[in-house]
């Protein structure tokens, strides 16, 4: 079930479907716990990353760039993860890269742009801006918030936006941005799964102000020599509820699939 309140006879939505051929509080000046991410204040802006690669035949690898609970206090914050599981002769289950920007996390920022990213690239390969984690925006003149996943595959690749996570912000004017994209690689060859999701199984909720939230689910099915595009799914939102709050607020939704003709 997906519910969208709205309490503004102002707010406008667009949906689109377009198809085609451990514990511990953490601050820019502190510590981090757990897997060593790298940490970096300069100036104004706080940025965490986490690239694991792991190039054995028959490997995994998984990234999570924050975890537990974390309060950041610069203006502008990035946390991004990547995985990389590519040196081939992997199957389904092998050669498996996951990436999460956070996982069980428990974020909170009073700044006003925040950035999570994570990407990942395998025979089968997860990307998830946010899994399992809540994510509080309290500055009161608005927050930006943007997340991007991306996953590419020579086989499945699912890429989720936020998937069972909150956003909760203030009463500003927000602006959310998640857009999730499934796509293949040339190398390899053999059947394709592409799966992206915007947000599932997540909650939303910006307050008063005027709020423009935009989700997209986007597939990139490249027809290379060998491949097979055995499944092609796109869900802007997969249960969940958007609460938009009063304010002059507008939600657009959109799922994309595309066939690009590679040689």
């Not at 511990?24 to 986490?50: A, D, H, L, Y």
């Not at 086989?155 to 499934?182: H, M, Q, R, Y």
Request: charged share 15%.
């Amino acid at each position: 079930q997906i519910h969208l309140r709205l309490k503004s006879s102002k707010t406008r939505i667009v949906i689109t479907e377009v198809f085609s051929p451990e514990r511990k509080n953490f601050c820019c000046k502190q510590t981090w716990r757990g897997p060593m991410p790298t940490t970096n204040v300069s100036g104004n802006q706080t940025t965490v990353t986490e690239n694991q690669s792991n190039y054995g035949r028959y490997a995994a690898s998984t990234a999570t760039a924050a975890t537990g609970d974390i309060n950041i206090t610069t203006d502008e914050l990035e946390i991004s993860a990547s995985a990389s599981a590519s040196n081939g002769g992997g199957t389904s289950s092998s050669n498996i890269a996951t990436a999460h920007s956070l996982k069980d996390a428990n974020l909170w920022h009073s700044g006003t742009k925040t950035n999570l990213q994570a990407t990942a690239y395998g025979h089968t390969s997860n990307a998830y801006g946010s899994l399992n984690s809540q994510i509080h925006l309290t500055n009161e003149e608005g927050s930006n918030l943007q997340i991007r996943s991306t996953s590419t595959t020579r086989g499945l690749d699912p890429a989720f936006g936020l998937s069972s996570s909150t956003v909760e912000t203030s009463d500003g004017n927000d602006t959310i941005s998640i857009k999730a994209k499934s796509q293949n690689d040339r190398a390899g060859n053999g059947t394709i799964s592409l799966e992206s999701t915007g947000l599932k199984n997540s909650f939303l909720n910006t307050g008063g102000g005027d709020d423009t939230i935009k989700i997209n689910a986007e597939n990139q099915y490249n027809n290379y020599y060998g491949h097979y595009l055995a499944s092609s799914n796109t869900l802007g939102l997969s249960g969940g509820n958007i609460n938009a709050g009063t304010g002059d607020d507008k939600i657009t939704i959109t799922a994309k699939g595309g066939l690009i003709n590679t040689a």
